[in-house]
Nanobody
């Protein structure tokens, strides 16, 4: 069982930056792939980025590539999402999620993740 708690959301102006954090419970954090997803009002939850394991296998949605950076600190059981050059269309509730990193499947799919945080709101004003 893994519990995830996000923090760091807020209100920011266009072009600004935010860093989200996701703290995970449990002693096997390194065995999980960590993902960030977001859901805007009236839209389905969508993939943002995932970090399969330390040292490699990072994937980004085209809409955030070059602006967002995912990182993880296994010693702190924490995954981060650095968001730069924010746009109004980035406004959403952001969720972190976890799934076993060695399990086959689509790391971009919401259905592949077993554990979810409660979400943190990010609002980009223009």
């Amino acid at each position: 069982q893994v519990q995830l708690v996000e923090s760091g959301g807020g209100l920011v102006q266009v072009g600004g930056s935010l860093r989200l954090s996701c703290a995970a419970s449990g002693r096997t954090f390194s065995s999980y792939a960590m993902g960030w997803f977001r859901q805007a009002p009236g839209k389905e939850r969508e993939f943002v980025t995932c970090h399969r394991w330390s040292g490699g296998a990072i994937d980004y949605a085209d809409s955030v590539k070059g602006r967002f950076t995912i990182s993880r600190d296994n010693a702190k059981n924490t995954v981060y999402l650095q968001m730069n050059s924010l746009k109004p269309e980035d406004t959403a509730v952001y969720y972190c999620a976890a799934r076993p990193r060695l399990r086959l499947g689509d790391f971009r799919s919401v259905h592949e993740y077993d554990y979810w945080g409660q979400g943190t709101q990010v609002t980009v004003s223009s």
